[in-house]
């Protein structure tokens, strides 16, 4: 079985979540005893995808910036050049418009977010807002499979390898980026975060945030919020965590002034650690937390500035 | 302007998760099923804002069994001119894809319209699959969607901010969280759903190439670990010294 796995070039860089799906399509790779050629596009070093894993690079230099049908014959065009019969690819923004049309186009079955190597054409994934599993079998003969963002990891196994220039032509886009409006140029985007802090009503008011951002900034943490926050405006729509909102799923979330009502929860049950902060004992969150304190918000957190800001002068 | 919006039958976000038959399916028993809500609250919500905006038609779409028609009357209800059942099981996202395809290709659709995923199978595939066999372009999670002429403009958010996106319909968009808010159904609204017209389809079969071999729970949490709110300091040196995670 060889595998082509694509990896997206977001503004000359490499995301995380395109640096995942290049280890979990080597590492799948590897326990079938097949190859892993990696596709991207732009101007980019390619040659350091070589360090998760892959065998092979192939770099599209031409194609800056591409929409989903491009992406598509792209990957297309180089699954056959690399004789693959699977198809791997992120679960990101980008990876949901290529994913299903490649599928079509390829006539192959797909399973979208896995979060483990699959067992032979048995696929893991999560359901139900994370709050079961799925074991998909693809009875097809060829196969897409999309990552789903901070569940396998990046993982650097291997060392740079050669970058082989490829040549395709793909069609013009029709999804055309007309402007880009970054309300913050520092922070640490949400989907990509391995830590997380969190917090909702029972910050009052938004004025009260300065010890969120604050505790965020000491851990090295992106900030989020619950449904009922966003939805009275106090913090921005992409900070909503939650079903309805996005599903993060970082090594360490800390929720304050969160009940942790079972819809907030299908958004970040994915977390490895969840440390719960809440005046309230009898608050749902803290069956589903690993660390739990029962306290106010206004007391409990510039307690953890302190100890994060002593903790990170002794690193 | 004629809009399809897609609608999906989902469990009430408050339900219990059990499965049946060793695994291999959801337990319905005393489960809630409602129009999933990416459908319903942002794709369904924001396709009538348009019509009344500028004219035109909303229909609602649906691949199930007769269980399908309470959740199609909500969205009759809410506003949608009328719905359209294709009469087979949802076995998978490119079945499904294929039978409304098949039923859209003959019929003008300017905008077809889906929620981001469904929150029962987050699979998100069904809406890329319809724009590839349409042969429309399509825009994955916009949170903001307006129309002029034949012209779309949307917003996605992005890291640390939006991206402003445009398309010339007829399009596939899905719906993210943003699109339009909630609107719960008036009274007129409920009775005028039960004569509008639902048209069912009974398609020919579709082969699936995916299936579920059985599901899981995922493994259940330990007891939470309780610190005192004035030794809340010690939390630090826990995250590091035992969860190894700062």
């Known amino acids: ?315 | 302007m004629k809009l399809l919006v897609c609608i999906s039958k989902a469990p009430d976000t408050t339900s219990k998760i059990a499965f049946a038959n060793g695994n291999t399916s959801f337990d319905e028993a005393g489960v809630t099923f409602i129009v999933n809500p990416y459908d319903e609250w942002y794709a369904l919500v924001r396709a009538l804002e348009l019509k009344e905006a500028q004219g035109g038609s909303v229909t609602v779409i649906s691949v199930g069994g007769s269980d399908y028609e309470q959740i199609i009357r909500k969205a009759l209800a809410i506003g949608a001119d009328d719905a359209v059942r294709i009469d087979a099981p949802e076995t998978d996202a490119l079945s499904v894809a294929k039978h409304i395809a098949d039923y859209a290709k003959e019929q003008g659709f300017d905008l077809i319209l889906t929620g981001k995923e469904t929150i029962n199978y987050n699979g998100s595939i069904v809406p890329g699959m319809l724009a590839e066999l349409l042969s429309f372009p399509y825009v994955t999670l916009a949170s903001k969607l307006h129309v002029n002429g034949n012209v779309a403009t949307c917003e996605r958010e992005i890291a640390g901010g939006v991206e402003v996106l445009e398309v010339t319909l007829p399009a596939v968009i899905s719906a993210a969280k943003g699109m339009a808010e909630q609107r719960i159904p008036n009274m007129k609204g409920i009775m005028s759903a039960r004569t509008k017209p639902l048209q069912v389809i009974t398609p020919v079969a579709f082969a699936a190439n995916t299936s579920v071999q059985n599901f899981e729970m995922p493994p259940a949490k330990s007891a939470c670990k309780f610190i005192a709110p004035e030794q809340a300091a010690d939390l630090i040196q826990l995250l590091h010294t035992e969860a190894k995670v700062i």
């Open chain 1, 1 to 315: 079985m060889n595998i082509l796995v694509f990896a997206e070039n977001q503004n000359g860089k490499f995301p995380k979540s395109a640096l995942e799906a290049v280890s979990f399509a080597a590492a799948w790779a590897k326990s079938v005893g097949g190859s892993c050629t990696a596709i991207t596009h732009g101007q980019i070093d390619a040659s350091v995808l070589g360090n998760y894993g892959c065998n092979r690079v192939l770099h599209l230099a031409s194609l800056a910036a591409a929409d989903g049908e491009q992406i598509t014959a792209l990957v297309i065009a180089a699954a056959e050049k690399s004789a693959a019969n699977t198809i791997v690819l992120s679960h990101d923004t980008t990876g949901k418009s290529a994913a299903p049309r490649i599928a079509v186009r390829w006539n192959a079955g797909i399973v979208s977010g896995a979060t483990a190597i699959p067992h032979g054409t048995t696929v893991k994934k999560n359901v139900f807002s994370g709050k079961a599993i799925a074991h998909v079998n693809i009875t097809s003969e060829k196969q897409v499979v999309t990552v789903l963002p901070n569940a396998y990891g990046v993982h650097a196994t291997g060392a740079p390898c050669a970058v082989e220039a490829f040549e395709v032509s793909v069609p013009a886009a029709r999804v055309v980026v007309k402007e880009v409006k970054l309300e913050s140029a520092e922070g640490i985007p949400l989907p990509e975060a391995d830590k997380v802090v969190s917090a909702g009503r029972g910050m009052k008011g938004p004025e009260n945030w300065g010890i969120i951002e604050e505790l965020a900034k000491e851990l090295g943490a992106a900030t989020a919020c619950s449904r009922p926050v966003s939805d009275i405006g106090w913090r921005p729509h992409h900070e909503h965590v939650g079903q309805t909102g996005i599903a993060i799923r970082p090594n360490l979330y800390i929720a304050v002034g969160i009940s942790g009502a079972i819809q907030h929860l299908a958004g970040v049950n994915g977390s490895q650690v969840i440390v719960v902060i809440n005046k309230d004992p009898e608050a749902p969150f803290f069956k589903a937390a690993d660390y739990g304190i029962v306290g106010d918000a206004f007391e409990v957190v510039p307690q953890l500035i302190a100890a994060a800001k002593a903790f990170n002068a002794t690193k």
